[in-house]
């Protein structure tokens, strides 16, 4: 199984990315998946996540700007990021969860300055 994470970049303070994950070896259609990030010297922080159920949570820190959203037909996971902080500097992963076993994406960088 891979999870490929790919979208990130330099954005403007107040821009939007949108970072996807496509996975690549089994389905993840009815699994969990999440979005994390890492800021450097700070630990790893969930974003947004969602159950095989569909009920989708997000951190407070993105709650109202971010959007997390699935296409089954494509085996992607989507993180819609809008009104993009300095703060929401970061690497972001996605992951997946099938069984016992989670499954990581390699990251891709988010960057919003000025």
């Known amino acids: 199984v891979q999870l490929q994470a790919s979208g990130g970049g330099l954005v403007q303070p107040g821009g939007s990315l949108r970072l996807s994950c496509a996975a690549s070896?089994?389905?993840?259609?009815?699994?969990?998946v999440g979005w994390y990030r890492q800021a450097p010297g700070q630990q790893r922080e969930l974003v947004a996540s969602a159950t095989g159920g569909g009920l989708i949570t997000y951190a407070d820190s993105v709650k109202d700007r971010f959007k997390l959203s699935r296409d089954l037909a494509k085996n992607t996971v989507y993180l819609q990021m809008n009104n993009l902080k300095p703060e929401d500097t970061a690497v972001y992963y996605c992951n997946g969860v099938k069984g016992c076993v989670v499954y990581w994406g390699q990251g891709t960088q988010v960057t919003v300055s000025s």
């Open positions: 070896g089994r389905r993840f259609s009815a699994n969990p």
